[in-house]
């Protein structure tokens, strides 16, 4: 399928993208939510600067992706640590 334009508003500016219409609802999506984010520092802190908002975001965003890359590292690990132990005790099952 080939591509689109659309026009994604961040921050009261608009810019202007080429995307594939699989990843149109993804992005307005994630706009949506960075704006709504935005606007939650906005009313939270006396920060009016967009440019620091936006870094501020962009910072929150970051953490929780890095936070939830570590989450999965850990949870493949106890997966594997669990596959071990299964295989070790279908293996001694098996010798018998």
Known sequence: MGEISIKINIADRV?????TAEEEEVIRHAAKLI????KELQ??????????????????????MIKA??????????????????DGILTDFFKK
Not at 48 to 60: E, I, T
Not at 69 to 86: A, P, W
């Open 15 to 19: 810019y202007p993208l080429r995307v």
């Open 35 to 38: 704006n709504e984010k935005i």
């Open 43 to 64: 009313d939270n802190y006396a920060v009016r600067d967009k440019q620091d908002l936006l870094s501020m975001c962009v910072l929150q965003y970051a953490t929780g």
């Open 69 to 86: 890359e570590r989450q999965v590292q850990q949870q493949d690990v106890g997966l594997e640590q669990s596959i071990h132990e299964l």
